[in-house]
Nanobody
Framework: QVQLVESGVGLVQAGGSLRLSCAAS????????MGWYRQAPGKQRELVAA???????NYADSVKGRFTISRDNGMITVYLQMDSLKPEDTAVYYC?????????????WGQGTQVTVSS
């Protein structure tokens, strides 16, 4: 089991910056990938950025060059630095962790944190 706690609820103007944090606890040694997803009203949840235990990163095209995912203390804390924010970045952001144990994959989610970018 993995527990995820997010922090960094924010209201920011367009062009501003915000950093989200996600702290993992529990079976952190089994975490293969951590990342951030977001869901805007009326839209499906989408991947924003992800980082593997090996340090590889992946970004949605819409955030490349503006967002940076990083980690601290292995896979205990993951950050999402969001710069040059746009109103279309407004969404609930969810921390996600994928574990891989004995050939089986499991997904864990944080409670979600609201990010609002005003124009």
């Amino acid at each position: 089991q993995v527990q995820l706690v997010e922090s960094g609820v924010g209201l920011v103007q367009a062009g501003g910056s915000l950093r989200l944090s996600c702290a993992a606890s529990g079976s952190i040694d089994s975490i293969n990938t951590m990342g951030w997803y977001r869901q805007a009203p009326g839209k499906q949840r989408e991947l924003v950025a992800a980082i593997t235990s090996g340090g590889s990163t992946n970004y949605a095209d819409s955030v490349k060059g503006r967002f940076t995912i990083s980690r601290d203390n292995g896979m205990i804390t993951v950050y999402l630095q969001m710069d040059s924010l746009k109103p279309e970045d407004t969404a609930v952001y969810y921390c996600h962790a994928e574990t891989y144990i004995y050939g089986l994959s499991y997904d864990y989610w944080g409670q979600g944190t609201q990010v609002t970018v005003s124009s």
